[in-house]
C-alpha cells in the first residue's frame, strides 16, 4: 500500500525516521491507509507549530529535548485554532505513540510527553455508533494491539457485540463450547433467560480467524475470550482498548462495546426490524428498555403496542 503523500516540516535525519515509523505502521501493524493518513497528519501539524515555535526545522537531536512545556504551548496553539478536544486527545496519542515507537527503536529517547495530561474529550449524552462508526471500529480494532493473536480477539469480540447484540459479560462468559458454529447461537442473558440470535458469517469467520491464531489451546471447556496468560478475559481490558479506538477513530466518549449492542438495535430498526423482533434479540424484558436502546419516537412506540398488547385489542 503506497504511503499518503504528507510533507514534513523537519530536517533529513527526522524525515528519515518518520518514514520508518510509517512503514512500520504499514508492514507491522497493517494500519489502514485512513489510519495512516490520520497519523501522518497529526504529526506534520505537530512538526510545523515546532518549526514556528523552535524558529527552525527541528532535529532528531531537538526532538529528543522537547520538554512538558513545549508540548503544552502546542496543545494551547490547537486549541487557540478550534481544534475539538477529541481531535487534540487523538493528535497527543499520535505523539506518544511516535515517541513510544522511537524510544523502542532505539534512535530518539524522550519521556516528557508522558508527563503531559491529555485532554479530555466532551461528555455527551450516550447514543449509539453510526453504521460507518461501527464498521470502521471492527475493522479498526485489530491496528491497537502488537499481537497479533489478540488484535484478532478484539476483532472477533467487537463484531460479537455489534452482529449480534450481546453484553458485554455475555459475550466474556463464552466458553470455547458455546462458540457460534452455524447460522444462530443461544444466548443465556439475565435471569437466566435464553434468547436465539442470529448469526452473520462475518462473526463466524472473525471467530474462526481468531481461534486459530490464539496460543492456548481452545478446548470446550475454556474460555472463548481470553487474556494474555490463558485466563478468562477481563471488561477492564476491553474497556481500555475501547477507549483507544476512540482516540484513533475520534468519536465520542460514548462509544464503549455498550454502545456496539446499542448500535446493533439502532441498526436493525432503521433498516426495518420491529421492536418488538429486537427487544427478543437483546433479551430486554421491556418494550421502553428497547426504546431507549434504539431511540425510536414514542409516537412509534405506541403504535407498536397498541398493535402488539392483547388488552388494546377491543372485541
Known amino acids: ?39 501522518s497528519r497529526d504529526l506534520a501539524a505537530f512538526l510545523r507549530f515546532l518549526t514556528d515555535h523552535l524558529g527552525e526545522r527541528p532535529t532528531l537531536a531537538r526532538m529528543a529535548e522537547l520538554d512538558a512545556a513545549d508540548f503544552r504551548a502546542y496543545l494551547a496553539v490547537r486549541t487557540q485554532e478550534g481544534l475539538s478536544r477529541t481531535s487534540l486527545a487523538r493528535a497527543m496519542s499520535t505523539l506518544r505513540g511516535f515517541f513510544k515507537w522511537a524510544d523502542r527503536a532505539g534512535t530518539l529517547h524522550n519521556p516528557a510527553i508522558t508527563t503531559v495530561r491529555t485532554p479530555r474529550p466532551p461528555r455527551h449524552v450516550p447514543r449509539p455508533l453510526a453504521e460507518d462508526e461501527a464498521v470502521e471500529a471492527l475493522s479498526a480494532a485489530a491496528e491497537i494491539q502488537d499481537e497479533p493473536w489478540m488484535a484478532a480477539r478484539d476483532v472477533a469480540l467487537f ?132 426504546q431507549r436502546y434504539t431511540q425510536v419516537d414514542s409516537a412509534k412506540l405506541i403504535a407498536v403496542h397498541t398493535a402488539s398488547h392483547p388488552r388494546d385489542h377491543k372485541e
Not at 8 to 31: H, T, V
Not at 162 to 169: A, E, H, N, Q, T
Not at 171 to 198: F, H
Not at 199 to 207: H, K, N, S, Y
Open 159 to 290: 463484531a460479537l457485540l455489534y452482529g449480534c447484540g450481546l453484553r458485554l459479560g455475555e459475550a466474556l462468559e463464552l466458553n470455547v463450547a458455546n462458540q457460534p458454529l452455524g447460522d444462530t447461537m443461544v444466548i443465556t442473558g439475565k435471569g437466566n433467560k435464553q434468547r436465539l440470535l442470529p448469526v452473520l458469517p462475518l462473526v463466524r469467520d472473525a471467530i474462526a480467524a481468531y481461534l486459530d491464531q490464539r496460543p492456548f489451546p481452545p478446548l470446550p471447556e475454556s474460555p472463548l475470550f481470553i487474556g494474555a496468560r490463558g485466563k478468562r478475559l477481563n471488561p477492564g481490558v476491553v474497556q481500555r482498548q475501547m477507549r483507544r479506538l476512540r482516540v484513533l477513530l475520534g468519536l465520542g466518549e460514548t462509544a464503549t462495546p455498550h454502545a456496539l449492542r446499542h448500535s446493533f438495535a439502532t441498526h436493525l430498526l432503521a433498516k426495518g426490524g420491529d421492536l418488538r423482533t429486537i427487544q427478543e434479540l437483546l433479551g430486554h424484558s421491556s418494550l421502553s428498555t428497547t
Open 1 to 39: 500500500m503506497p504511503l499518503p503523500l504528507i510533507l514534513f516540516s523537519c530536517a533529513p535525519d527526522l524525515e528519515a525516521l518518520i518514514g520508518d515509523w510509517r512503514a512500520w505502521m504499514a508492514a507491522e501493524k497493517r494500519s489502514s491507509k485512513h489510519t495512516l493518513d490520520a497519523y
